[in-house]
């Protein structure tokens, strides 16, 4: 049936004024977040998911997007769980515009590898994931940007070395490797003993069961031992209960060195006076002094959207691993916009982008974050970067840095990284990618 000519026009002017009244569709670059906001590990969750969320907002405010390209996300609760995380990922996967998953877990990133790699979507595993990931050829949507968990260590007995007067002083000296009891904290066990034979010292590596509420046989251990040192591998409750009980046996604070994921406040804040003087690695500084942070408590704070409930975490650890995480997020959807155009990228764009991630100390100054983090340089076949690292003492009331930048020792781990992610490849099938296979889509 048709309408008499005058309804039509009336029809077709009102669909007209709706349009005009409807702001145009805007290109959208998705993150699908597999947050964890509750549960044992809700400390690190809420300040990575926060820092990382309060930047994406201070490039929408700020700058409108990356180069008009509005940043849209949705999180997903997991608990810090497999099973939730990976189903986040298929609830999400088919979300249009995905720029990459960022899931801050090790279960749920080794979870996703084989599903990431089918769907061409980059990993981005920071300062933790699997060591072999490092390697390009064999992983290409996988990067453990920043630090794998070998070049951490590579890192810790380097300061160690530094602080004894060189990398020949560690001869003799006796190391115990406090690890948590947790496929993440035993992933170090073959290269310390490595490094243990490369340098001569002795090496002891005891394990705490998760989640860690009680150490004390583990530090009568340590007493006995009488060790120069103790690397403290933990995650969680462990981290204060393990500063606290040293202190109860006699072990000095400032003799024991943190790993990554044992440098934040909420590890030393419920030790108390235990935690004074207590050294950890990290890729990130903490503090809001730096320019960056001071634009997003102007920008994002100053409009009322900032993602944290507590503004006194600004500039925490967590929150600036956050930050520093949306600086490599959206710095690699910038370079791949150079090539692909400004406009929604396809995963495998973002990959190329990430692939050509090259930020070296004066674009790190220019975005800000002078001092906050050194610099990185990503290629095809690194998916890592440098791998620098500096280490920070808790005074008290805040950390303080007390290192220069530390490199890891390439020479001695690349041959490692590449045997390993071989017999991956071997296992999986999968060829070996060349410097000719670099083309999207390869």
Known sequence: MRLPRSLRAA??????????????????QFFPLQSYRVGPYAAGGTGFFGGFIDYLNLINIRDGGVNGV???????????????????????????????????????????????????????????????????????????????????????????????????????KKIVVLYHGSPYGKETIPIYKLLADKYSFSLEQIEVPHPGNEQQSQWLSIRRAKPDYVVLRGWGVMNPVALKTAQK???????????VWSNSEEDVI????????????????????????????????????????????????????????????????????????????????????????????????????????????????NHEGD?????QQWDGTKWKVVSDWIAPDWAFLRPIIEKSSAAYAAEHNIKIRTSDDTPVGQ
């Open 11 to 28: 029809a077709l002017a009102a669909a007209i004024g709706l349009s005009a009244a409807l702001p145009a569709q805007a290109d959208e």
């Open 70 to 172: 509005k940043l849209t996300w949705e999180e997903g609760e997991t608990q810090y769980e497999v099973e939730r995380g990976v189903e986040v990922y298929e609830r999400l996967k088919s979300h249009p515009g995905v720029a990459a998953w960022n899931p801050l877990s090790v279960g749920i990133a080794y979870a996703m590898i084989d599903r990431i790699s089918k769907d061409k979507v980059p990993l981005i595993t920071i300062n933790h994931g699997r060591t072999d990931s490092t390697d390009g050829r064999v992983f290409p949507y996988v990067f453990p940007l920043l630090l794998n968990p070998y070049s951490e260590t590579s890192g810790i007995v380097n300061y160690i070395a530094s602080r004894e007067g060189g990398a020949d002083k560690l001869k003799g």
């Open 249 to 259: 046996v006699g072990f000095p604070v400032d003799h024991i060195i943190g790993n």
């Open 270 to 381: 419920p030790a108390g006076d235990a935690a004074k003087g207590y050294v950890a690695i990290t890729t990130q500084a903490s503090g809001a002094e730096y320019p960056v942070l001071q634009e997003v408590i102007k920008t994002v704070y100053g409009a009322g959207k900032g993602n944290l409930d507590d503004k006194k975490r600004i500039g925490s650890v967590y929150h600036n691993l956050g930050i520093v995480n949306g600086i490599l997020n959206v710095e690699a959807i910038r370079i791949a916009q150079q090539k692909f155009g400004k406009r929604t990228l396809t995963g495998d764009e973002v990959r190329w982008g990430f692939e050509h991630l090259q930020l070296d100390p004066a674009r790190v100054e220019a975005l800000g974050a002078k001092g906050l983090f050194h610099s990185i340089n990503v290629t095809w076949d």
């Open 387 to 391: 791998g620098r690292v500096t280490f």
